[in-house]
């Protein structure tokens, strides 16, 4: 199901779809930013999320946590997990849900940190991602 920029999605919506869509095997909710952490906890704790879905797309959804990842532990069926600019998801979530299903692909963009001002220079300093025009 492509649920992607549907931008009124609410975890009211996720709910609804745990209840009455138990054979769910893939859900697209990229952009759909209004989700939250607790939307992914009744839908990982639903029959498709315990038994059918795999394939879960995240992008851009600026509320997800890493709680979300510790939720979807209990989706054993999951085998792909998208999870670009998700800001608030850390490498270190992403580590521990692998730890618990490592057969899970899970695609995740991190940006680049920016480098400290040099101390005392006169130089500017800009992060590997920004040109000066």
Avoid: W
């Avoid at 498709?48 to 946590?65: A, K, M, P, S, W």
């Avoid at 940190?113 to 590997?128: D, I, N």
Wanted: hydrophobic content about 40%; proline content about 4%.
């Amino acid at each position: 199901m492509d649920l992607e920029e549907c931008v009124l999605i609410t975890d009211s919506t996720l709910i609804q779809l745990s209840i009455h869509c138990p054979n769910l095997q893939a859900l697209s909710l990229s952009h759909c930013e209004l989700i939250t952490d607790d939307g992914i906890l009744h839908l990982s704790n639903s029959t498709c999320g315990h038994e059918r879905l795999q394939v879960l797309e995240l992008d851009n959804c600026l509320l997800i946590t890493d709680v979300a990842l510790e939720h979807l532990e209990h989706c054993r069926g999951l085998e792909r997990l998208e999870l670009y600019d998700c800001q608030q998801v850390t490498r270190a979530g992403i580590k521990r849900m692998r730890a618990q299903l490592p057969h899970v692909k899970v695609h995740a963009y991190f940006a680049p940190v920016t480098p400290p001002t040099a101390v005392g220079g006169s130089g500017h300093r800009l992060c590997r991602c920004c040109v000066i025009l």
